[in-house]
């Protein structure tokens, strides 16, 4: 630990997206930040690491610490481009992976479609029990174990589970088989679901369990050949990479627990609103990052994420593990927009993608688009059409509007264009209400945090329409995951299934399993040989009226609490939430959670910004003025972003253009720039 307060030295943070990979170099010394946006390549994601790296001009050999944000789990678990996994499961419940929940896929109709991650041929059974208090009821059977093991592994099985019933009241079984297993399995992935997860749903537990084992091999192997090309490279530094949770953990050891990587993307692009907010003194934020294809929000309360140990990212796929809490819709700048069967204008959640991608990509996309949209309306710079295609005209974006969606509604083409966007908005307003309203908070308690290349474009609309009374819009907004990458701290969360009625608790118990997992904390933050500030470390619990499914968590002041405080702040917490009271219900104890946290020393955020390109007033920032439509034409300033001088203020309308992306500023609004760049946008009532 150190009283640094500011990280000294030369630092990198990488983040691969599925179109681009960004890349900020930060580097305090020379007091210099450099900036980089390469293709992603899909196919092995570390040449679009060591291809970042060479666009900025960076010596690997020179750098102190890599972060990096990777999409190889995420897209792994939704294209099911999984590895060939076994699992060892408790005799009778080969099945619990397959039967989930009494849900299903569309809440109309009786059609539907669920394939589980691991074929029910890969699911062997055999014979052990524990029940739920701990006590052993069947003896496990070793030789049937040893058995199943070297049938999974002669069916060319690559990674194991072991997920046995009742695990995480009594994980003795488990922790066998372990043993066993890692004397029969021919390699290390193997995944025991307690030491993953210790929480009482088997369905849950199961399911995270074979997650991380299905891409446990893929991210081992990409992690392995990306820390030998940047050896080769001479870094000899440790190479951290990004969690879902927004923290960040030591390649050496990130594979033994590869679920949690899952959303790493998104939930670094919401560690670094968080910091920025804090540093401009606005800590109670709504992110939205708007990309090529969808759009994810989160809520940020005290500059501290919100964080859920209940995200199912895709039907009957719940990840238990604790992730930053995003949510995603369908609306991004390639969201098609046409006009359905009932003659209603839709947009999304089809997308153009980025082959053939929008019209204005000129790469042969012939349906109308938001992008399209803000070209048509001048809102982003119809110049570009120039540099991105010599074949595609505005009035070749024009025809399609009018073609597709003007003809059929009775409206010309600009009018269109103006429905698509709108509609867009609302359908982004909706995403940011799901994180905030429908968890009892009110948007306009909030400042909107807009990123991604998109999301200045539609932001300040988008605060109009929620009520959100500010918009802050970061130096950098088309690559703040990469940002993230750096500013984000160590971080490891940690659960244990209680499960008892509060009354029947031993609180003692408890309390101790609250300083067994800040021990644990600590002792996996000092595994990871990084620098920190100071250590932070909170608590909370996981409660419910006995008879419900859903788990309400209730952030504690102490580790120390009594049964009656657990009462009532579970109770308050409830109300908040609901606006009900139950007193006639018991309460339960179901989880108790710890997140322990090693902050880093600060990162001056001012650099993302050259101050030397700053001009002295901001007519000189001035690059143009054209016609933008705001419910009809009006002619519009245009400044480049980072010749803004650092004490400007503007009024809308205005348009501010940089490298990575484009901010709408409407009639009324008005826009100050703080000691770090960002542009701090105050919505007006429109004009």
């Given at each position: 630990?150190t ?14 997206g ?5 890349l ?18 899909l ?24 972060v ?21 499961t ?24 669920f ?7 890969l ?12 006590s ?7 030789n ?26 009594n994980?003795?079984?488990?922790a066998?088989a ?14 025991l ?31 392995e ?8 490279r001479?870094?000899a ?5 990004m969690?879902g ?14 679920a949690?990587?899952?959303?790493s ?18 800590p ?6 708007m ?32 992730m ?9 700048g ?10 209603l ?6 997308s ?16 109308p ?6 070209m ?9 059409l ?18 597709k ?5 009775g ?13 867009a ?12 309203i ?19 474009l539609?932001?300040?609309a988008?605060?109009?329409e ?14 703040t ?7 984000a ?7 244990q ?5 509060l009354?029947l608790?031993?609180?003692d ?25 100071d ?26 609490p ?14 908040r939430?609901f ?10 104890l179901?989880?108790?959670n ?8 600060e ?25 933008v ?13 980072d010749h ?20 709408v500023?409407?009639?009324?609004d ?18």
């Open positions: 630990m009283d640094q307060t500011e990280l000294t030295g030369s630092f990198a943070g990488i983040d691969v599925g179109t681009f990979t960004d900020v170099h930060y580097d305090s010394r020379a007091g210099r930040v450099r900036l980089a946006k390469v293709p992603t390549t196919d092995n994601q570390a040449h679009g690491v060591l291809a970042a790296l060479d666009a900025a001009e960076v010596d690997a050999a020179a750098l102190d610490l890599i990096h944000g990777t999409t190889t789990t995420t897209n792994a678990v939704l294209e099911r481009q999984l590895c060939k996994t076994g699992l060892i408790t005799r009778g419940f080969r099945d619990v992976l397959e039967l989930g929940r009494r849900t299903r896929p569309n809440a109309y109709g009786l059609k539907g479609q394939r589980p991650l691991i074929p029910r041929d699911r062997l059974e055999v014979p052990e029990r524990m029940l739920a208090d701990g052993v009821h069947t003896a496990l059977d070793e049937a174990l040893r058995a199943a093991l070297r049938q999974l592994a002669d069916e060319g099985c690559e990674a194991l589970v072991i997920h046995f019933l009742h695990a995480y009241a994980p003795a079984h488990e066998r372990g043993e066993i297993a890692r004397e029969e399995w021919p390699n290390g992935n193997i995944t679901g307690h030491a993953l997860l210790s929480e009482s749903r088997e369905f849950e537990r199961g399911v995270t369990a074979a997650v991380n084992a299905s891409v446990q091999p893929l991210l081992r192997r990409y992690v050949r990306l820390a030998d090309r940047l050896s080769e001479g870094y530094r440790d190479l951290l990479v969690n949770n927004g923290g960040m953990v030591s390649a050496r050891i990130v594979a033994e627990e590869a949690k990587t899952v959303m993307g998104p939930a670094s692009g919401v560690m670094a609103a968080a910091y920025t907010g804090r540093r401009a003194h606005i109670d934020l709504l992110t939205y990052d990309g090529g294809t969808s759009t994810d929000v989160a809520m940020i309360r005290g500059a501290d994420p919100a964080v859920s140990h209940e995200i199912e990212i895709e039907y009957a796929m719940p990840i238990h593990v604790p930053v809490d995003v949510r995603t819709v369908g609306a991004g390639g969201s098609i927009a046409r006009v359905n069967a009932a003659g204008l839709q947009v999304g959640p089809d153009a993608g980025s082959t053939p991608g929008p019209i204005c990509y000129g790469k042969g996309g012939e349906e688009t938001i992008s399209d949209a803000n048509l309306l001048g809102r982003m710079n119809p110049g570009k120039n540099t991105i295609s010599g074949d595609v005209s505005l009035d070749t974006i024009r025809d399609a509007f009018a073609a969606i003007g003809d059929p509604l409206i010309d083409a600009v009018e269109a264009a103006s429905a698509v966007l709108r509609i908005t609302a359908k982004m307003a909706d995403a940011v209400r799901m994180v905030s429908s968890l009892g908070e009110d948007p306009r308690d909030f400042a909107l945090f807009a990123f991604g290349g998109a999301g200045p539609h932001a300040c988008i605060a109009r929620l009520g959100v009374p500010r918009v802050l819009v970061p130096a950098r907004p088309g690559i995951n990469a940002l993230g990458c750096i500013v701290d160590l971080r490891h969360d940690f659960v299934t209680v499960n008892q009625p009354d608790c031993d609180m118990e408890v309390h101790a399993a609250f300083t067994r997992q800040v021990e644990d904390g600590r002792a996996a933050i000092d595994r990871e040989r990084v620098e920190i500030a250590l932070h470390v909170s608590h909370s619990v996981d409660m419910q009226f006995i008879g419900q499914t859903h788990l309400l968590r209730v952030p504690l002041p102490t580790a120390t009594s049964r009656e405080e657990l009462q009532r702040l579970f109770e308050a917490a409830y109300f939430r606006q009900v009271e139950l007193p006639e219900i018991r309460a339960a179901v989880n108790v710890t997140s322990v946290i090693g902050r880093r020393p990162v001056d955020l001012s650099l993302l910004i050259d101050a030397s390109a700053r001009k002295a007033t901001l007519e000189e920032a001035r690059t143009d003025t054209r016609s439509w705001f419910d009809g034409w009006t002619d519009t300033p245009v400044y480049w972003r803004l001088p650092a004490d400007a203020t503007l009024t809308g309308p205005a348009i501010v253009e940089q490298m990575d992306c484009t901010l500023m409407e009639p009324g008005t826009a100050v720039q703080d000691h770090d760049g960002n542009l701090i946008v105050t919505v007006g009532s429109g004009g």
